[in-house]
């Protein structure tokens, strides 16, 4: 007689080959019946055993971006040809003195970096100075000054700084959900002009994916 073994993939096969003559003897047969039981259950014994899967746990979250403003609202008053008002804190100032800082919010779920430009009203033209019909709109987030003694000619925010309306500076970065930037607005209204109505003079402030 023959015996073969075959392995293939994760199961074990077991080939018994033989060749029965017959005289053989019946207990003989009946034990090679039984070898060929015990490898059939010791195969599918092997099988059941094996583990071949396994899993990943996963999780993923939208981004979100979003800002808001407050009080976002801001009254600059009545003013001359070529005169200036601003938000700061201080005698005389907005608000019976209290001034009018407005505070930028994240209000996503990641950190975000704040930008900030000025818009043309209906009549005048925004520039980085006064001129005719054209007014100028300024920043600041640190070393602004006084309501009475604004500091200006700054860049980036550091002292009063221009705004343009073709373009955004920058405001803030990095700031973390929940997180605010505080600043301060100040307003040069044009040297002369001819048109005495009141002016929308709005500022956009932006927020963008650090």
Sequence with gaps: MCYYIGIKGKFISLLLVFKVKKYMNKNLLKS??????????????????????????????????????ADGSISYGTLGFNSTQNTLAGTGG????????????NDGNVNEDFNIKGNASTNWTLGASAGSDIYAHEYCTS??????????????????????????????????????????????????????????????VQAVAH
């Design 32 to 69: 090679f019946v039984g070898v060929i039981a015990l490898g059939a259950l010791f195969t599918v014994n092997v099988a059941l055993a094996l583990n071949n899967t396994g899993t990943v746990n996963a999780t993923v979250m939208l981004q979100q971006i979003s800002l808001s403003v």
């Design 143 to 204: 070393g602004c000054g006084t309501w009475a003694s604004p500091i200006r000619s700054g860049t980036g925010g550091t002292k009063f700084s221009p705004l343009s309306s073709s373009g955004y500076s920058v405001l803030g970065t990095n700031i973390a959900p929940a997180g605010t930037k505080a600043f301060d607005l100040l307003v040069n209204t044009p040297t002369t002009s001819a048109i005495l109505t009141s002016q929308s003079v709005n500022v956009t």
């Design 94 to 105: 907005l608000n019976a003195d209290a001034g009018d800082q407005q505070v930028a919010t």
